[in-house]
Each structure stands twice: as structure tokens, then as C-alpha cells.
Nanobody, 116 residues
Framework: QVQLVESGGGLVQAGGSLRLSCAAS????????MGWYRQAPGKQRELVAS???????NYADSVKGRFTISRENAKNTVYLQMDRLSPEDTAVYYC??????????WGQGTQVTVSS
């Protein structure tokens, strides 16, 4: 059974940084394409970054140059380094398989709040 546990969120001032972690069990992350998603209040969940099995990365235009996704195979963990945060980045952040359906399994997410 797949379990994804996100952590590392918090309250930060604009311009600050956070590093999110996603620890997985029941799935081998290095064999799958994974994504970091976020859902802001009143908005649909959106994909912000992804990493494939061969470590090819992609980013939404809104975070390109500020966010970095990476994977640590030994810990079966995916990270999201977020720099130069802005209030528009405030959301609950989730990790999951790339292309997962909304009706599929989702972890509890981690809240990121950026104050101006």
C-alpha cells in the first residue's frame, strides 16, 4: 500500500526559503515519475514540479528558477527546495505520482504560508 508523507512546510516571509520532503513507502520512487502539487484556497490543485526516473525535471512557469525538485534514492524521498517565496506560493503542497487522478490516493500535504 502506497503511503506518502509530506513535511517541511511552515510560515515564512516573502523572499524566504523552505525545503519540503516527501517520504514514500509501498512504492520505489526512483522507478517512477513523481510530482509536487499545490492547492491554494479556492483553487484547483496544480502541478508545480516533476522528476522522472532518469531525473529529468520540469517546472510550472510560475516557479521556474525558484523551485528545485530532487530525489534521494537511499531514503526513498523526494524534495522540493523553494526559494524566493512569494505570497502567491501560499498553498497546501502534496507529492504524488505524475499524472495521478484527483480521485486517487493523496497524502495529508504540508501547509506553506508566505507572508508579505
Amino acid at each position: 500500500q502506497v503511503q506518502l508523507v509530506e513535511s517541511g512546510g511552515g510560515l515564512v516571509q516573502a523572499g524566504g526559503s523552505l525545503r519540503l520532503s516527501c517520504a514514500a513507502s509501498g512504492i520505489i520512487l526512483r522507478m517512477n515519475s513523481m510530482g509536487w502539487y499545490r492547492q491554494a484556497p479556492g483553487k484547483q490543485r496544480e502541478l508545480v514540479a516533476s522528476i522522472t526516473a532518469d531525473r529529468t525535471t520540469n517546472y510550472a512557469d510560475s516557479v521556474k528558477g525558484r523551485f528545485t525538485i530532487s530525489r534521494e534514492n537511499a531514503k526513498n524521498t523526494v524534495y522540493l527546495q523553494m526559494d524566493r517565496l512569494s505570497p502567491e506560493d501560499t498553498a497546501v503542497y502534496y507529492c504524488n505520482l505524475l499524472g495521478v487522478r484527483e480521485s486517487g490516493y493523496w497524502g495529508q500535504g504540508t501547509q506553506v504560508t508566505v507572508s508579505s
